[in-house]
């Protein structure tokens, strides 16, 4: 079930974050947000709130991505931002390459989260 999985979602813009996380709750997701890298971090250190995947955006989310791998290997990373950035970035972050580019077409978004939840769980 999809609701096994929480999802950080690291947004600047409201307008973008805040429907993505509507949508992927109303899919069973428990969702997370946050609007820079700062309060991410802040939220994957929290013990009482594991994170499962973080979705993050821009030049920070590659920053973020780089901490995380670092810090907490177990979360899996959802790199956006512009094709050529996430291009040039996605190889060394992500094995899958790029994530997603805003603005955020929701079904692949979710379509992504379920194929990654479904891989975590055969490696179990």
Known sequence: MSGEAR????EADVLVRHPLAEYLRECGYSVLEAQNQDEA???L???DLPVDIVLAEGDSGFDL???VRENHPQVEMIPVGSVARATEKAGEL???GPGQVTPYEHKFVL???RRMMA???RVK
């Open 7 to 10: 999802i950080l979602i690291v």
């Open 41 to 43: 971090r802040q939220m």
């Open 45 to 47: 250190e929290q013990d």
């Open 65 to 67: 991505a780089r901490w």
């Open 94 to 96: 992500c094995e899958d």
């Open 111 to 113: 379509e992504r989260i």
């Open 119 to 121: 891989s975590r769980k």
